[in-house]
C-alpha cells in the first residue's frame, strides 16, 4: 500500500499576512507617536521627579506640624473653658454669698438716725468790735489787703493799720505783705514778690512802707478774697492777717469752709480786720468774724 505524503508548513499564508499587518501597523505608529516623544521630557525628569517627590514629603510633614499646633491650641482652649467655669461657679457661689448677707442685713432692724454735726456758717449773734489790737504771739505772718475798689475810700486808713502792725517788728519777726484785687482774674501785688519772708529789719520795714503806700494808688476792682487767702496760705508764716472793707466775690460760707479745711492741716493763726464803716455791712463782719473763729485768730474792726 502506497502511503500518503503529507506536507508540513509551520506558517500559512494568512498568518504571515496578519504579522507583516501588524508590524506595519507598528511602524507607523512609532513614526506617528515620534515627534511627541522627543518632547516628553528633559534628560533631568527624574531628578525633578525626586524634587517633586521631596517636596511633597515636606509638605506632608508641614501640614502634620499644623495638625500638631492644633491639637496644641485646641487643649491650651479646654483648659481655658475649663478655668472660666471654675471660675463662673466661683461667681454663683459669692453672689449666693453676698445675697444671703443681704437677706441677713434687712432681718436687723435699722440703726437709729444721727443727726450730722454741721457747722454753722456765720455766728448769728453777739459782733465784737475793738480797735486794731490782734493777739498773737506768732512771729511769723502775712498780712493780706483788699485792694478793691471800694477800699479807695479807706486808702489812708489802710495804710496806718498796717504800719500799726510794722511798727513794733524787729528782726526776731518775719513778715509779707499781699495786696489783692479782682480784674478779670485775681490780681496780685507782694513784698516781697516771691512768696518767701523777710526779717522785720529797719532795711526791709522801710521797704515795706514804701510798698504799702504804693498800694493806695492801686486800687481797682472786685475782691477775690478766696484766691488771696489760698496764696497767702502758701507762705512760710505761722499767721495770716486779712484787711477788708467788704464781703467777698462768691459764696461766703464756702470760702470759710474750703478756707478751714486746708488750714486744719497746715495749722496757721487767721486774723481778720474790717476797715471803714464796717458796722453799716453785717454780711461783712459775719464773714471776717466766723473766718477767724473756725482758724484759731481775731476779729478786730477798725473805723475812720
Known amino acids: 500500500m502506497k502511503a500518503i505524503r503529507r506536507e508540513l508548513s509551520v506558517f500559512s499564508t494568512s498568518a504571515i499576512d496578519l504579522f507583516a499587518s501588524a508590524l506595519g501597523a507598528f511602524i507607523l505608529l512609532m513614526m506617528l507617536l515620534f515627534p511627541y516623544y522627543r518632547h516628553a521630557g528633559p534628560l533631568s525628569a527624574p531628578s525633578d521627579t525626586s524634587d517633586l517627590i521631596e517636596n511633597r514629603r515636606e509638605a506632608v510633614r508641614s501640614v502634620a506640624d499644623s495638625m500638631a499646633d492644633t491639637v496644641t491650641v485646641e487643649n491650651e482652649i479646654s483648659e481655658l473653658e475649663a478655668a472660666s467655669n471654675r471660675l463662673r461657679r466661683e461667681m454663683i457661689t459669692l453672689e449666693e454669698a453676698l445675697f444671703n448677707l443681704e437677706t441677713k442685713l ?45 477800699m479807695e475810700a479807706y486808702a489812708n486808713l489802710m495804710v496806718r493799720s498796717v504800719l500799726e502792725i510794722l511798727q513794733p517788728l524787729d528782726d526776731s519777726n518775719e513778715f509779707a505783705i499781699l495786696g489783692y484785687s479782682g480784674l478779670g482774674s485775681t490780681r496780685i501785688m507782694s513784698f516781697p514778690r516771691s512768696s518767701s519772708l523777710l ?12 510798698f504799702t503806700q504804693g498800694l ?4 481797682g476792682g472786685s475782691t477775690p478774697t478766696h484766691g488771696a487767702l489760698l496764696r497767702a496760705l502758701q507762705y512760710p508764716a505761722d499767721a495770716v492777717i486779712l484787711m477788708s472793707d467788704g464781703a467777698p466775690d462768691g459764696n461766703p460760707a464756702q470760702i470759710i469752709e474750703d478756707v478751714t479745711r486746708l488750714n486744719r492741716r497746715l495749722g496757721k493763726e487767721i486774723h481778720t480786720v474790717a476797715l471803714g464803716d464796717y458796722t453799716s455791712d453785717r454780711d461783712l ?15 478786730v474792726g477798725v473805723s475812720r
Open 216 to 219: 493806695a494808688s492801686n486800687f
Open 199 to 210: 526779717p522785720g529789719s529797719a532795711s526791709n520795714l522801710r521797704q515795706a512802707v514804701d
Open 285 to 299: 463782719v459775719l464773714f471776717l468774724q466766723e473766718l477767724a473763729r473756725r482758724n484759731g485768730g481775731d476779729f
Open 106 to 150: 434687712a432681718e436687723e432692724p435699722p440703726p437709729e438716725p444721727v443727726e450730722p454735726d454741721v457747722p454753722q456758717p456765720y455766728v448769728e449773734s453777739g459782733v465784737e468790735f475793738s480797735l486794731l489790737g490782734i493777739d498773737t504771739s506768732e512771729k511769723r505772718f502775712v498780712i493780706v489787703v483788699d485792694m478793691s475798689g471800694s
